[in-house]
């Protein structure tokens, strides 16, 4: 955990150095030359879409709202971006690209040992998403009503997390450090126990949990679900659980022959 706790995340993930990274995707849109105006046009415009968003959905915020909210005249949005699909594009760029570059990229202490690697990647992409929570928070809970070229986008950001996820696991197997049969599945489950975190921070405040609480805890539970020891009575847990699935088979109020 400590290799993520030293990098530099408020800095690396700004809104301007995030929006400076767009105007480099997107250059040959932004119709303005100035780079730091334009980074800094960027910024307020990103940082109000996220806000409005957050507040009555990408869907119903008018251009108008934006410009309002932004500071810049309706033309001046226009300089940016052509279209509000335009402007999702940009967001939703952004959040996938770092994602993969930040995921992908593990220090060299971690990359051959499958539960040091399993640690920095959950550690890595809670601290991700606390730096960009607005930013995560959009993209979670916005996709639903995005056009559909957009919501593919979503969805193929969350698989890609997990197979990002689920390469490291294998690894695991591979060595021996874990024990599943289910590797897809197992960082499938993962995956929502990472969003839990900046989409419900709220109850996480309330409760006083830290995110380095947060973080040792996730990574304890999983470490625990993939060990490959065996803990006294699991097997039995197992047949209850059978057990349990069997009766829940049965119709209401019918019971089982003994």
Aim: proline fraction near 5%; charged fraction near 25%; include cysteine.
């Amino acid at each position: 955990m400590d290799l993520a706790r030293q990098a530099p995340w408020p800095n690396a993930f700004s809104t301007e150095v995030l929006c400076a990274r767009i105007l480099e995707r997107h250059r040959d849109s932004v119709r303005v030359q100035k780079t730091r105006l334009a980074v800094a046009n960027l910024a307020r415009i990103i940082s109000a879409t996220l806000a409005l968003s957050n507040k009555q959905g990408f869907h119903a915020t008018t251009l108008r709202q934006l410009a309002e909210a932004s500071g810049l005249s309706m033309g001046g949005l226009y300089t940016y971006f052509d279209s509000k699909p335009t402007l999702l594009s940009m967001i939703l760029g952004e959040v996938a690209a770092t994602a993969v570059e930040v995921l992908t990229a593990p220090p060299d202490e971690v990359k051959t040992d499958a539960r040091k690697h399993l640690d920095w990647v959950i550690a890595t992409h809670i601290r991700m998403s606390e730096a960009m929570q607005p930013w995560f928070v959009f993209a979670f809970m916005e996709a639903k009503s995005f056009p559909p070229a957009e919501r593919q986008r979503a969805v193929d950001m969350e698989v890609t997390t997990e197979k990002i996820i689920a390469d490291v696991i294998r690894q695991g197997v591979a060595s021996g450090s874990f024990a599943t049969d289910e590797i897809t599945l197992s960082a499938s489950l993962i995956k929502p126990l990472l969003q839990d975190w900046y989409v419900k921070r709220a109850k996480y405040r309330r409760r006083g949990t830290s995110i380095d609480s947060y973080i040792d805890a996730v990574g304890a539970f999983v470490g625990a679900a993939l060990s490959k020891n065996v803990r006294p009575g699991a097997p039995a847990a197992s047949g209850a659980r059978s057990r349990t699935r069997q009766a829940a088979r049965e119709r209401p109020g019918r019971r089982t022959r003994q």
